[in-house]
């Protein structure tokens, strides 16, 4: 916002917004990452996303499920939704070190070419929208 950009933010409609409704740089899309129309009308026309959306331990680890749903399923949307309405905008995709499971015990720094060793529902999550986003 600051270099001149504008922004559009999309996230859950009981999110607190204050402070960004009155930026005219800042479009706020409310909507649930799971919900396919939703994810679709926030990405159309824009020139990247910055996918931020997951549950994160605690409550990840207390539905299998709807972690899956959130953090595998949003990211599948926005995936679908890209190729449909913007297939050259970029997709940056946060992951997780947690995907790399115990690393106390090996030499920094982890690499992406170390193995990946889930050791909760979050890191399986992860590395399954890593999978997902490499096939797209």
């Known amino acids: 916002v600051d270099a001149g950009q504008s922004v559009r933010i999309f996230d859950l409609p009981q999110m607190d917004f204050s402070g960004l409704e009155d930026n005219d740089s800042i479009e706020i899309n409310k909507g649930d990452i799971t919900d396919a129309d939703d994810v679709t009308r926030s990405v159309d ?14 409550n990840s680890e207390r539905n299998r499920d ?11 949307n926005i995936i679908h939704a890209l190729e449909k309405t913007n297939p050259d905008a970029m997709l940056v995709f946060t992951s997780s070190i947690s995907t790399y499971g115990d690393t106390s015990t090996e030499e920094p720094p982890v690499k992406v070419t170390n193995s990946q060793s889930a050791i909760d529902i979050y890191a399986d999550s992860k590395i399954e929208g890593e999978r997902i986003i490499r096939e797209s």
């Open 45 to 58: 026309g824009v020139d990247a996303v910055l996918h931020l959306a997951a549950i994160l331990p605690p």
């Open 66 to 76: 709807v972690t899956f749903r959130v953090n595998v399923g949003g990211t599948e």
